[in-house]
């Protein structure tokens, strides 16, 4: 019965469903003013839903605390999403009837000529993921984390903010009160994690790093049965998987080690991209996938580490910290902070015109990507920096990016998915930290990393944190030169209109320049690869002429050589 996935109507008039193609159970009831109509897909029965709620689905698989909604109060329609942004939610509005899904594929199937947004497509491109409450679909939106959107009518959305991260007045200051308060938190959030489980084993995505290791640490200091799944990259990059290793040994739990070598990858990768649902550009989706495949079949409910970034201003604030220091030393600088903040992202953000096609580029002179981010970071909210870093951090990366993203692949595999770091009680208790105590010096996470240095190994608690090095540039420059020349074939691209033909061998050949040098390459050329992807295998476009004329058609080494002579 679970996961499942929900599709739904509600107007003023009876719709035609579409049972015949997906295995499910329906509701359907005629109201006083209107009609609605709910298909959950994967479930042989109508699930148990709290009062006047029609549909909803909890990442966790635990019924009693949603992560989205779909309710029904007083002849209104209201649809919700939790803060962290665990499960997406999905609405369209076709012929004077709200149409709403947990999965956007689903909300393909009742739109009668579906268009790509090249709004969705522009945000797609700065920031690896499509921002809300855009989609990558004309005409169908998101519903932002933290919000309920409210129809008495039809034409008329009314959308209420129902939580907000904000900084705490009161700042704690003493360490070990800071220390003694969080182990409990912890030990909370994992106590709730667990309560419904029996004696049945529970996987653990095991990275290495302090998050992943520390919920390990928690499961198995709550008696909870654990076996762990751990990347294994090759002998590419610096490999994180010893330092799991030393984690399951310290632990005493099994460890499995996960073959995500090119073949694998590679075989792994269209599963991916239709199993995630929305376009997400990060390298790290296909070997998570891997991961969810191996674990699936060993237990029905993995934990992972995500979260504990957001919630403890991770390695990657400090880039922005330094920004910010920088910009108010000098306020007239010619790029501002926001900008800065975009440029974090390390995507396409500031190639606009030597990126895309000149239809689209002209379409996109009119979006501004800061517009995306400025609630996120809004001062009213979080008035110190490093607070409202974490706010944005919490707002964009995890809810629009990390989380969804970790459910998606999840259910893919029939596995319920629980974050212990996204507890909300331990998280407004971070927003009460003062600013040293997450960052001291430079280390990060320092409040954290006291909190748990007697449940792991020092050397795991106190090392530098690296980031899942994904080998993205070796894996395109090497392993897929000749997939490269099909994923982002010239011709292909040319018939889109979207990006211009030969983006790809400007990206290989250092033609785009700035920053795009290195491990952006691979990440630039994965970002492309898995927006075209999508828009095969998700959205269905048909597939252009492919071209003979660009590198990637001969060998890398040959192409090398000819590179040498003069044209």
Known sequence: MFPYHFIGYWGDEKKEFFMQRHRGTKREVKEEKFVWDV????????????ENTIAGISAAGVFDNL??????????????REAFGRVSLFWTQQKGVIWFASQLQLLLE???????????LYGYSCFSYVPNPLTAVNEVFSVPAGTEIIWENVDNPQFRSIYQWCESKSQIQDENTAVSQLQVLLKNAIRTQIADLKDEPVGVFLSGGLDSSIVAALLVEAGVKVRAYTLDFGNVGIPEYPYAEQVAQFLNIPLVKVDAS??????ALIPTVKALDLPFGDGVTVPLYLLNQ???????VIF???????????????????????????????????????????????????????????????LNAQDWLLNALDSSFCPSLL??????????KGAQNIHPRATALGFAH???????????????????LSGELCLHGACEKYILKRAVENLLPSEIVWRQKRGMGVPLTSWCLNDYWHDIGNWLNPGILNADNCFIPDLAAQIVTGELGGAIQGRRIGESLWLLTMWQLWRYHVFGSQLGKKSLYHPFIIPRWLWQKYQQFPS
């Not at 298909?39 to 709290?50: A, N």
């Not at 974050?419 to 407004?428: W, Y």
Request: proline share 6%; aromatic share 10%.
């Open 39 to 50: 298909v959950y897909i994967g479930c042989e029965s109508v699930p148990s839903l709290p």
């Open 67 to 80: 992560d989205v909604w779909v309710k029904l109060e007083s002849n209104r329609l209201i649809l919700g």
């Open 294 to 300: 191996v674990a699936s079949g060993e237990t029905q």
């Open 110 to 120: 009742v739109i009668e000529k579906p268009e790509i947004s090249i709004s969705g």
């Open 304 to 366: 992972n580490g995500e979260g504990g970034d957001q919630l403890f201003a991770g390695w990657t604030n400090k880039p922005l910290i330094a920004a910010g220091i920088y910009q108010s030393e000098h306020p007239n600088q010619e790029e501002s902070f926001i900008q800065q903040y975009l440029r974090t992202f390390h995507r396409l953000w500031g190639y606009e015109s030597r990126v895309y096609q000149p239809k689209i580029y002209a379409h996109i002179q009119g």
């Open 414 to 432: 029939g596995l319920a998915v629980r974050s212990p770091f996204c507890d909300l009680l331990l998280a407004e208790w971070t927003f009460q």
């Open 387 to 396: 607070h409202r870093l974490r706010r944005a951090s919490l707002m964009l």
């Open 262 to 267: 090119p073949g694998k990858i590679k075989k």
